[in-house]
């Protein structure tokens, strides 16, 4: 439901910023779990903050750093669930107990940005998670003609 709740949100739509804050903004009010869901940008050799629902956030994470910079590196998606024991977990807020990165492809197969969801609770995230964010990301990819 969600997802063809997010296509019909983002059909014709190729304001990248506006596409973003919709979307982040859908998945926060669906899943009340989620307390910070939004995009990192790629910039660089950095992801830059981008559109997002929550509380404040970093400006920058570097490549390969924290959960956000390593699942830009290894190019998948990570499912962290205890963010205190990541190593090198950037703490951009003290609130996050668990999260999901997941990598945004171009049609290239390079990584433009990432999908960052937290959770106040342990364990909040799953392979059903997994599965309909990857297919969230994918059709962002599709429609922003990345």
């Known amino acids: 439901m969600l997802l063809l709740q997010i296509e019909s949100l983002i059909d014709g739509e190729d304001n990248e910023t506006g596409v973003l804050a919709n979307v982040s903004a859908a998945l926060a009010s669906t899943m009340p779990q ?12 950095e992801l830059r903050l981008g559109p997002f629902q929550g509380t404040v956030a970093c400006y920058h994470i570097p490549y390969n750093k924290g959960v956000c910079g390593t699942a830009w590196a290894r190019r998948e998606t ?4 205890d963010v205190d024991a990541f190593p090198g977990h950037i703490a951009c807020s003290s609130l996050s107990r668990s999260e999901i990165v997941v990598p945004m492809f171009g049609a290239a197969g390079k990584v433009w940005g990432v999908l960052d969801i937290d959770s106040k609770e342990l364990s909040a995230f799953d392979e059903t998670d997994k599965k309909y964010l990857e297919k969230v990301t994918s059709l962002l990819s599709k429609q922003l003609g990345k």
């Open 34 to 45: 989620f307390f910070w869901t939004g995009f990192y940008l790629v910039n660089d050799d």
């Open 78 to 81: 990570l499912v962290v669930p």
